[in-house]
């Protein structure tokens, strides 16, 4: 099956630095990905939908400024944490659909653990 | 605004029990609806999809159904075993491809 995967897996930084994630799909090509974040024991919250050759689209309350997301090909997209801080650690998770209109199943990497010291 | 909502929000059973999750939304204009099963400090496993167009999916020990009208998704776990123990999500999908996801239920199955 197909197969999206993520880098790094688990990521320290110190506070203000800035960090960049990496989502690629494997053997398919992704016009649009989506980013969620995941906090300790809570679910999963959409950040962004990434579209590949345009911009961005962000969920009320997600910084663009702080979330660089950048999807310059039909299998990379890059989330860019900016001037990270503490309350950033989380869990981020990209997800890309299995067919090209965004609808329908999608698949998940494997996440990756960031930690802001 | 659809909310997704999962009940129980924790479940431990002893191996060998049928076991049902919930999850709710509020909002029946959806795309499909998904169950995921997630591992702790790990991604997600997608279990099983159905459209909005259909009533359940099965795959092996698992049957969800779907009842759009009510807003109410069900996941059917028969014969639990300690390999079932982890946290199973649902999430709705809207027309534009995300997803909406409950907050989980955290399942223990007991030797």
């Known amino acids: 099956g197909a197969v999206v995967s993520q880098h790094p897996s688990r990521v320290i930084c110190k506070s203000g630095t800035s960090v960049k994630i990496e989502c690629r799909s494997l053997?398919?090509?992704?016009?649009?990905m989506f980013w969620y974040r995941q906090f300790p024991k809570q679910s999963l919250m959409l950040m962004a939908t990434?579209?590949?050759?345009?911009?961005?689209?962000?969920e009320q309350g997600v910084e663009k400024d702080k979330f660089l997301i950048n999807h310059a090909s039909l299998t990379l997209s890059t989330l860019t944490v900016t001037s990270a801080h503490p309350e950033d650690s989380s869990f981020y998770i990209c997800?890309?659909?299995?067919?090209?209109?965004?609808?329908?199943?999608?698949?998940f990497g494997p996440g990756t653990r960031l930690t802001v010291t | 605004k659809q909310e997704v909502t999962q009940i129980p929000a924790a479940l431990s059973v002893p191996e060998g029990e049928n076991l049902v999750l919930n999850c709710s939304f509020t909002?029946?204009?959806?795309?499909?609806l998904q169950w995921f099963r997630q591992d702790p400090g790990k991604g997600l496993t997608s279990l099983l999809l159905?459209?909005?167009?259909?009533r359940e999916q099965t795959s092996g020990r698992l049957n969800a159904s779907l009842d759009k009208s009510s807003g109410r998704s069900t996941l059917y776990i028969a014969a639990s075993q300690p390999g079932d123990s982890a946290t199973y999500l649902c999430?709705?999908?809207?027309?534009?491809?995300?997803?909406?996801f409950g907050q989980g239920t955290t399942l223990q199955v007991k030797p």
């Open positions: 159905i459209q909005s167009s259909q």
């Open positions: 999430a709705v999908c809207r027309n534009t491809g995300k997803l909406i």
């Open positions: 997800s890309a659909p299995a067919r090209a209109g965004a609808r329908g199943e999608q698949y």
């Open positions: 909002d029946s204009a959806i795309y499909n």
């Open positions: 990434s579209n590949e050759g345009s911009k961005a689209t962000y």
């Open positions: 053997d398919f090509q992704a016009t649009t």
